[in-house]
């Protein structure tokens, strides 16, 4: 440490370069990379792999499991976006929420993962926000109301 005894030492000091956080690989033995995602009440825990694009939620098919294709191709985004499909196994467990929360949930899981697996696929998900967990949740029902903001009906006798 450089002895600053007035101002004008510590202007001659050379400024720290701002340190950008480093990240790297996380995959266990079997090659998995794991990962939580959260929408709305959902909770989605995701493992992937490498593999041939085959999707398990909660031991089904995902078309099975996400019959409408709109709720599908939610959760194929982010490998659209990373230029990665049919390259990965997914294999997850969803509980909590409905199928809209769940196929959000699930999203938000298979990002994270895929930036666990590769860390050079995290600029594009970051810029797709993909990585950002959505914070919008139900609004609480408040008492003296019908629901969160629905007031009583206006009787004037």
Same mark, same amino acid.
């Given at each position: 440490?450089?002895? *600053?005894?007035?101002?004008?030492? *510590?202007?001659?000091?050379?400024?720290?370069? %701002?340190?950008?956080?480093?990240? @790297? $690989?996380?995959?266990?033995?079997?090659?998995?990379?794991?990962?939580?995602?959260?929408?709305?009440?959902?909770?989605?825990?995701?493992?992937?792999?490498?593999?041939?694009?085959?999707?398990?939620?909660?031991? $089904? %098919?995902?078309?099975?499991?996400?019959?409408?294709?709109?709720?599908?191709? *939610?959760?194929?985004?982010?490998?659209?976006?990373?230029?990665? @499909?049919?390259?990965?196994?997914?294999?997850?467990?969803?509980?909590?929420?409905?199928?809209?929360?769940?196929?959000? %949930?699930?999203?938000?899981?298979?990002?994270? %993962? *895929?930036?666990?697996?590769?860390?050079?696929? $995290?600029?594009?998900?970051?810029?797709?926000?993909?990585?950002?967990?959505?914070?919008?949740?139900?609004?609480?029902?408040?008492?003296?109301?019908?629901?969160?903001?629905?007031?009583?009906?206006?009787?004037?006798?």
């Amino acid at each position: 440490m450089a002895d *600053l005894s007035s101002l004008a030492d *510590l202007q001659s000091t050379p400024a720290a370069p %701002a340190a950008r956080p480093v990240y @790297e $690989r996380k995959v266990d033995a079997q090659g998995r990379a794991y990962a939580t995602g959260k929408r709305k009440n959902a909770v989605a825990r995701v493992w992937i792999k490498a593999g041939t694009g085959k999707i398990t939620v909660n031991g $089904r %098919a995902v078309e099975v499991f996400f019959a409408r294709p709109v709720l599908r191709m *939610l959760i194929n985004q982010p490998f659209e976006c990373t230029n990665t @499909e049919q390259q990965f196994d997914v294999v997850c467990t969803v509980n909590g929420g409905g199928l809209s929360g769940q196929a959000g %949930a699930l999203r938000h899981g298979i990002s994270k %993962a *895929l930036t666990y697996f590769d860390p050079a696929n $995290r600029p594009s998900l970051k810029a797709g926000g993909f990585l950002t967990r959505d914070p919008r949740v139900v609004e609480r029902k408040k008492y003296g109301k019908h629901k969160a903001r629905r007031s009583t009906q206006f009787s004037k006798r």
